[in-house]
């Protein structure tokens, strides 16, 4: 088996990189959610050695994901974790969860499982920051967006490009105030969330 490469996380990574070093900057044990091809969990941990970077996804992704691990042989990426939001989560708490990509694959209901169920994954003060593109305000952020948007509905009628304002609603209902909404390259965000 090859390795899995997603060009995309080697054009995104530097940027979120900055937002995560300040944010996570006091943080101790990271959950990546929906880790894809590993290239984001390898090359932050070996950024971050403070952080534990816990890697998970679904368990066709986690072979690939394990090949690159494998590769980097760091101290700080434990095993990767089967990890489907509706289905079972790790029993431990983490003080810091990433996810980038994933809010406009997930279904709207799934969006909503896995912000249900941070409260039980989180420690009291934890750090979520999320990357990814959105709308604000029902609007495309930009000509792009919008063709990505169509682009996506027409891959699975479950796609699309969430609300900011809709999400933002999710993370305080899970007890996330927002602390940070910062602009990213090509027309993306990354919003950041404290629990508590």
């Not at 530097?14 to 090359?43: M, N």
Request: hydrophobic share 45%.
């Amino acid at each position: 088996m090859e390795k899995p490469n997603a060009p995309s996380c080697d054009r995104n990574r530097e940027p979120i990189l900055a937002v995560l070093r300040e944010h996570f900057a006091g943080r101790r044990d990271a959950l990546e959610i929906g880790s894809g091809t590993g290239q984001h969990a390898v090359y932050f941990a070996a950024a971050m050695p403070w952080l534990s970077w816990q890697c998970s996804d679904r368990v066709e992704n986690l072979p690939g994901m394990q090949l690159w691990l494998d590769e980097a042989g760091l101290p700080n990426t434990p095993a990767p974790l089967q990890l489907d939001v509706g289905g079972a989560w790790p029993a431990h708490r983490y003080d810091a969860v990433f996810s980038a990509n994933t809010l406009h694959i997930m279904s709207w209901p799934e969006v909503e499982t896995l912000f249900a169920r941070l409260a039980d994954a989180t420690t009291g003060d934890a750090v979520l920051a999320i990357y990814g593109p959105f709308n604000y305000g029902g609007h495309y952020s930009s000509d792009s967006n919008a063709i990505f948007d169509q682009w996506l509905k027409a891959r699975g009628a479950h796609m699309a490009i969430r609300d900011a304002e809709a999400v933002n609603a999710l993370a305080a209902r899970a007890g996330f105030h927002a602390v940070a909404d910062i602009a990213m390259p090509a027309n993306n965000r990354c919003l950041v969330w404290r629990r508590g």
